[in-house]
Structures are given as C-alpha cells and as structure tokens.
C-alpha cells in the first residue's frame, strides 16, 4: 500500500522523532538516508545513516535529556519533498524544521535546523 509524501513524514516523526516508537523507524527510512543538519547559520555536516543508527540516535537524545512531547506544528508537500516543522519540549525544548525528500514510500535525505532552549526546573524557558 502505497503512501504520500506527507503520511510518510508524519508517520516518522510521530513514531520516531517523539521518542515514542523509535522501533518503527524502517516504516519510514530508507536503507540509508543522507542526513544534512546543523543550526541556522552554522557549517552544516552531512552523515549517512542507516535506520538503526537513527534509533541510536533517538535512543541517546533519550538517555541524555529525558522523555519529551512532540508537536508537529507545520507539514507540507511538494512532489517528493516534504517540509514539517516541530515544537519538542521535555527538559529542552527544540525547534525544528526540516526537509524530507521521500523515494519509494521512505525517506531517503532530508535537511534539518533546530535551535534548543532550556526549560527551568519550575517549566519556564531561560
């Protein structure tokens, strides 16, 4: 069954980009993903990854800051490119956009920003 650019995204980044079913990450990648990401402004860096990396990934963001709730606040297509952007808020609270190019039902590259803030222990940002 076949899904659009925009279920393929969404599904990732509820599932795996939450924290809340990293397990499902190959619904959504490809067998290797070129991921491009660095903060507004800043040199970017490039790195393949194959899935399990990412769940790595996401499994140490985890054990590092904590459980957080993801909010997609943005999500639109253009052919095979996809871009969301996110509100996460846990200990840190992240920003996000990004832009998901999907082949085949998965992502395949995607390009990320991001900028963090961080949550006082009362809940306020500093």
Do not use: N
Request: proline residues 5%; neutral net charge.
């Amino acid at each position: 069954m076949s899904r659009s650019p925009e279920e393929v995204v969404l599904g990732f980044l509820l599932d795996v980009r939450s924290g809340e079913r990293p397990e499902r990450v190959h619904d959504h990648l490809a067998r290797w993903v070129v991921a491009r990401q660095g903060r507004p402004g800043a040199k970017r860096t490039a790195a393949v990854r194959d899935p399990d990396q990412h769940v790595r990934h996401v499994r140490e963001m985890l054990s590092s800051v904590g459980p957080w709730t993801l909010q997609v606040l943005h999500l639109t297509a253009c052919g095979d490119l996809v871009e969301a952007s996110w509100r996460q808020t846990g200990r840190v609270v992240e920003h996000g956009g990004a832009r998901y190019r999907v082949e085949d039902d998965r992502i395949i590259e995607y390009w990320i920003e991001f900028r963090h803030d961080v949550a006082s222990p009362g809940g306020a940002l500093r």
